[in-house]
């Protein structure tokens, strides 16, 4: 009789532990978001825009330093292409007047600076972007749903969507907690963490299955033990890469793509975390049985081949 190989990670065991730490962070996310809410950025609420363009790269702490003291609310500033042009988005209504009035405060300091352009996004702009953008999240988790169930069985498409929606929960509950700012490149990472922690389940979910199909016990927690483990070199090494991309991202990208880099990371850490625990242990709760990958035994025969 075929056996498992014992393995160090006993992950199964842990699966309480795993719960009990995404269920306190999925409630502390929930709750930040209905009493906090998201910090949304000029993309989702609104406000103005000024582009301008030094003839020497700035400092954008001493740009943002200089508006702040002049009484401009909410202040971003990033590079926008080169690193001489600056994109300014300043939380507040448009004024025809206001890019002039940034410039002059910039020059005030000693720098060349031109401006570009000045223009105002309107808050239903952003209001189109928000529904559209939640739309979009939620016709992505459907097809999720619908492909793992195709390609396994309806049970691993519920631990699928439900580890998904864990990622996406915890990743947007931080950026609530802490403040941080939520515009429409967030929204593309969020998106990004779907896939990328699709595929990691993908690989689990594929050597679970063929685990249980080629062994001759019937402990589930054993057998997802050895399927993990089977996986977690795999696991390890393709989260590991990833994040040293994106941390250099985040410290060598600039402001245009720090809060991407920020929710990539925290999207890579959880998205882990869940393939191994959430995703996985979610199908002993569901009560995964041998008996749902195979399919059921033929008849012998058809009704004209039976004897007369």
Same mark, same amino acid.
């Given at each position: ?12 065991? *842990? ?59 909410? /202040? ?26 940034? /410039?002059?405060?910039? =020059? ?23 529904? =559209? ?15 793992? +169930?195709?390609?396994?069985?309806? *049970? ?46 993908? /690989?689990?979910?594929?050597?679970? =299955? ?37 941390? +250099? ?48 035994? *033929? ?10």
């Amino acid at each position: 009789m075929k056996t498992l190989v014992n393995r160090q990670f006993d992950f199964m065991g *842990k699966r309480r532990i795993a719960f009990a730490m995404s269920a306190v962070l999925i409630l502390a996310s929930i709750v930040s978001l209905l009493f906090q809410q998201l910090n949304l950025g000029l993309d989702f609420t609104g406000g103005t825009l000024v582009e301008v363009r030094y003839g020497v790269a700035p400092s954008l702490d001493a740009v943002r330093q200089i508006l702040e003291e002049a009484n401009f609310r909410d /202040v971003s500033v990033q590079t926008f292409g080169a690193s001489t042009e600056v994109l300014i988005r300043l939380q507040q209504a448009f004024d025809p007047e206001v890019g002039d009035r940034v /410039v002059s405060l910039l =020059r005030d300091s000693g720098d060349s600076v031109e401006l570009v352009r000045a223009e105002f996004v309107g808050a239903q702009v952003g209001e189109q972007l928000r529904d =559209r953008s939640g739309l979009g999240l939620l016709v992505a988790l459907g097809i999720v749903m619908l492909y793992v +169930a195709f390609r396994f069985q309806y *049970k691993f498409a519920i631990g699928a969507l439900l580890a998904l929606m864990h990622d996406v929960i915890i990743v947007v509950g931080i950026f609530s907690l802490f403040q941080l700012d939520f515009d429409l490149t967030v929204l593309a990472a969020l998106l990004a963490v779907i896939g990328y922690s699709l595929n990691d389940t993908i /690989v689990v979910y594929d050597r679970i =299955r063929e685990t249980i199909r080629k062994s001759r016990i019937d402990d589930m927690p054993a057998i997802f033990n050895e399927a993990i483990n089977m996986t977690l070199s795999r696991t390890l090494a393709t989260s590991g890469t990833t994040l040293l991309v994106l941390m +250099a991202l985040l410290l060598l990208g600039g402001d245009m793509i720090h809060y991407f880099s920020i929710a990539l990371i925290l999207g890579v850490v959880v998205g882990t975390f869940s393939s191994i625990y959430v995703a996985a242990a979610l199908l002993l709760a569901v009560k995964l049985q041998r008996e749902d990958l195979i399919p059921p035994p *033929k008849e012998a025969d058809d009704e004209e081949e039976m004897l007369p």
